[in-house]
Structures are given as C-alpha cells and as structure tokens.
C-alpha cells in the first residue's frame, strides 16, 4: 500500500496492491485544506492506514530525509536551486564552474565551463527547466542548455559583477541581469541581444524579479532603494524611497499588487505597486533584515533577521502574527514552501529549520552541514529541499511516499 500526495489537481492517493487486485483510492483536495487533518479523516477511514496507525501516517508524510550529499567543486559554493521537477539541481562556485546534479541519486552529471570568475549566480527558466542561467564576477551571463550543457548565448554588457539572474517565468523569453555596475538589463533568450540597461540606481543593484504578468521589473540596490521598471515602456515607473540603509533583498507579493523589502535597518516595509506609495511596516526586529519571503497563496508575508529570530505576517493587514526565536545565529535565508504552510529557515548556526505556518511550532531539523547554511529552495511540489553551505556542499532532502 501506498500514500501519496498529488499537487497538480491537488489530490491525496492511496494505493492497494495485494496480487492479482490492485485498487486505487483518490481523494480531491482544495489549496485551503489543512493536510494533516485530511489524513487524520482519510486513517480513521482506511482500515489499512488504521493498522499503520495516525501517528506513523504523519511522520511519514512531514519528514524530509536527507538523501543527499552534493560534493564536487573545488572552491566553495556561491548558490544552489531546483528545476521544477526536483529531479535535477544546479550549483555554482567560486570554481568558476556550475555543475548539474541527479537529485534522486546524488551523481554529477555535467559541468558548465566557460565563466572566467566566480558563478554567483543561477537559475533554470521555470517551468519548463530546459535551460539554466548562470551571472558571474566575469561581468557576464551565460545561457546553457539544461539537457545538453551547451552554451547559446553570453550576455556581454555589464561593466561590473553580476550578482542576480531572472527569467520571465512562463515565457522564458527573457533574462534579467542585476549588477555591481548599478544597472540591471534584459536579454532577448532568442536573439542574445540586449534589449536594454535599467540605469536608476547611484549604487549596486543586488537584487531583481519580474512580476507575475512579466510587466514590470523590479530591482533593489545598496542605494537603500527600489525601482519598479516597467519592462514594454522600458522606462521607471516608481522609486520606492524610505529605507535609511541598503537593500537585502526586494520581492513582488503574489499577485505583484505589492513589494515586500528588507533592510539592514532593520525593518521590513511593503510598497503598493500601483502608487508606489509605502503601504506599511514590518517592524519587529532589532537587528538588520537579512531576507524577506512571500507565500505563493497570498496569505503570509516572512522577515529574516541577524538576531536569529524570523517574523510572521499577515500578508493583509500586515500585522505580526508570530516572532519566532528560530536559530542561534543569524537567519540568513527564508522561504515557504509553495503550499504556504510551511516556512524554512536556514542559518549561521549550520542548520535549517521548517516550522508550521499556523502553530509557529518547528516540526523538524534539518542538521548534516558543518558551516553556515547560505542558500535553501523546495522544488515545485515541495516534496524536496535543497540546502547549501559553506561548508562545500549541498544537501538534498525529500519526503519519501508511504509504504
């Protein structure tokens, strides 16, 4: 017998197999349903789940297992991410190289050579994940193909490092660059061409995304401000001005109607996109907002601070729903898996923790990594994590099905 989860429609399926028979059982889930308490429901149902019992059914279902350890660079490790389907993953160093990994396995499968400086940066085109991008301190960016290793294109242009990389997700029919030369630009994925250099900022630009229709751009910088692009006028829409120190990380909500931004003044502000006006504040902290996180459902807005605590918001009112003590170091990266109800931190103190989003109670500890953890992502489905960290490696972790 097997328990499994659908994501896409949404679904939990049981599957009996007991030669010659074999009976499928499926239930239709809705986004705002609570999992564990569809499977309390489906255990005191299923007399085969009865015997596994509720509490074995759970476990099973919630943990991630460490499956993985990625090593194969030289240098140490800049950055790490998924394609959609988890199966395969990608790492950058200051090798110079990115390679690509088998996550089910754990086996290396090619190397991406060409970058003259350290690869900072990545990401596959999602969610198609036939290509990867990769920014490096060279002053360029690479399109490789994902299945064979082959490099289209090098965007040439920038006249310092580029330290962030976006695709216009689903199109992928563009790239974004963002740069120590305070520019970003966009690069045509057919052509190779530059299509433009956003100039707006009067310091580094370490951070930019494209909203969800891919009509706007937008970019935070070391200038302690924020820029909204819009991408077919090619010119500035808004400059978010209100942080009194630089930019850690800028973010579009869901439904791109706002930004959520971090700073190292220790406050979290979000911005209507319309107006570009300051819509509210995150102030919880006392030390720098090292990251900021939003929940693809709408309903939660995340902080992470150099104090080791990590806040809650709702992403309504914008109130504080929880400040969690979640490490005992600084938490340096945040995110929510794509269900939204749970968030991952990882930090200085060489773990990742997940907790649950409505209890604030942390359900499991990701431990294995001898260093501090500096870059974390889940795969579409969210069934998988990926950890990265100083320590020269890169964990893989994922749920397995219940047999």
């Not at 009976?23 to 569809?38: C, G, P, Q």
């Not at 690509?100 to 990545?122: P, Q």
């Not at 290793?149 to 310092?160: A, I, K, R, V």
Request: a neutral charge.
């Amino acid at each position: 017998m097997k328990v499994l989860l659908r994501y896409f429609p949404p679904g939990k399926l049981m599957k009996y197999t007991s030669s010659p028979l074999s009976y499928t059982f499926a239930k239709a889930l809705i986004l705002e349903m609570d999992l564990v308490n569809v499977t309390r429901s489906m255990v005191e149902r299923e007399p085969m789940l009865l015997k596994l019992g509720l509490d074995r059914v759970e476990e099973i279902l919630s943990r991630y297992k460490l499956k993985h350890r990625l090593r194969g660079h030289m240098m140490p490790l800049t950055n790490c991410a998924f394609n959609k389907s988890g199966n395969r993953c990608i790492t950058g160093s200051y090798d110079r190289l990115c390679k690509i990994w088998d996550a089910d396995n754990g086996r290396e499968l090619m190397t991406l050579e060409g970058h003259k400086n350290v690869v900072y940066a990545l990401t596959y085109n999602l969610p198609y994940s036939d290509k990867i991008v990769t920014g490096s301190f060279d002053r360029t960016a690479k399109l490789w193909s994902a299945e064979t290793g082959q490099c289209y294109y090098t965007f040439q242009g920038h006249s310092g490092e580029i330290v962030g990389v976006a695709t216009n997700n689903p199109q992928s029919t563009l790239v974004l660059t963002t740069s120590m030369d305070r520019s970003a630009a966009i690069w045509d994925v057919r052509s190779g061409h530059e299509l433009h250099q956003f100039k707006g900022h009067s310091a580094e630009v370490i951070c930019g995304s494209f909203s969800k229709d891919n009509s706007m751009i937008l970019t935070g910088s070391f200038d302690s401000t924020m820029i909204i692009w819009d991408v077919r006028m090619q010119k500035e829409m808004h400059k978010l001005i209100g942080h009194r120190a630089e930019i850690s990380q800028a973010v579009f909500s869901a439904d791109s109607k706002q930004v959520v931004s971090g700073s190292t003044d220790c406050i979290a502000k979000v911005w209507d996109t319309v107006t570009g006006k300051l819509a509210g504040d995150l102030a919880v902290h006392t030390d720098e907002v090292l990251d900021v996180a939003v929940d693809l459902m709408g309903n939660y807005f995340a902080t992470a601070c150099a104090d080791g605590t990590c806040g809650i918001f709702d992403a309504g009112s914008f109130q504080c729903i929880a400040t969690i003590k979640a490490h005992q170091n600084e938490v340096s990266k945040v995110l929510f898996n794509p269900q939204g109800s749970m968030l991952l931190t990882a930090s200085r103190d060489n773990t990742a923790k997940l907790w649950d989003v409505k209890t604030r109670e942390c359900v499991q500890i990701l431990q294995g990594h001898a260093d501090e953890i500096f870059g974390c992502s889940f795969n579409y489905e969210g069934n998988k994590i990926i950890t990265g960290s100083k320590d020269n490696s890169c964990n893989v972790w994922a749920i397995d099905p219940v047999t």
